[in-house]
Structures are given as structure tokens and as C-alpha cells.
């Protein structure tokens, strides 16, 4: 069974840069065909998915955030990474890392528990 586990700061100050990790356990980040991504959900908001880096390291982007966001991986750790930066209050949001086939249409099979970042000085 996979297992994902996001961890990092639970508080981060306003123009600073938002990191955290996702652990994954049960499997590996490489096995093809299968896509790993961040997602927020604001306060009072719904899901808004951020960004995904693929098996093969390919990543994308929500367009809006993109100029701000970067996912990368470390294989030999069995983890990837989100980095957030010129964060505003605006960020505060619980993120999840989550996973899921390529394939179109597919659903996430896998999430974190979550964790919660507040954005504040």
C-alpha cells in the first residue's frame, strides 16, 4: 500500500519561500505511468491543484502559479519537494501531496493527511 507524508514549517513568513516534502512509502516515485502532485485547499476554499512531477521528471504547473512554484525529487530518498516562494497571506492553505496514474481521467489513488501552512508574520 502506498503511503505519502507531507512535512515542512507550519508557519512562514509573508515574500518568504514555502518548502515541503512528500515522503512516499509502499512504492516508488519512478514507477512508470504514475504522476505525483501538490494540491492546496485554502480556507473556506476548494481543492486547487498546483503543480505534478511525473515518474519520468517531467513537471507542469498551474498556469497562475507557476512563475512562483517548483517540484523536484530526490529518487534516492523516495521523496519530492514543493518550493513556494514570495509567499503572501494568500497562501495559507493545508497542502497535500497526492498521486495518481497518467492516465486521462484518471482519479488520485493515493494522499497525504495533509498539512497545514499558515503565511504570516
Known amino acids: 500500500q502506498v503511503q505519502l507524508q507531507e512535512s515542512g514549517p507550519g508557519l512562514v513568513k509573508p515574500s518568504q519561500t514555502l518548502s515541503l516534502t512528500c515522503t512516499v512509502s509502499g512504492g516508488s516515485i519512478t514507477t512508470s505511468y504514475y504522476a505525483w502532485s501538490w494540491i492546496r485547499q485554502p480556507p473556506g476554499k476548494g481543492l486547487e491543484w498546483m503543480g505534478v512531477?511525473?515518474?519520468?521528471?517531467?513537471?507542469y504547473y498551474r498556469p497562475s502559479l507557476k512563475s512562483r512554484t517548483s517540484i523536484s525529487r530526490d529518487t534516492s530518498k523516495n521523496q519530492f519537494s514543493l518550493q513556494l516562494s514570495s509567499v503572501t497571506p494568500e497562501d495559507t492553505a493545508v497542502y497535500y501531496c497526492?498521486?495518481?496514474?497518467?492516465?486521462?481521467?484518471?482519479?488520485?489513488?493515493?494522499w497525504g493527511q495533509g498539512t497545514q501552512v499558515t503565511v504570516s508574520s
Open positions: 497526492a498521486a495518481r496514474s497518467t492516465s486521462v481521467g484518471a482519479r488520485y489513488d493515493y
Open positions: 512531477i511525473r515518474y519520468d521528471g517531467l513537471t
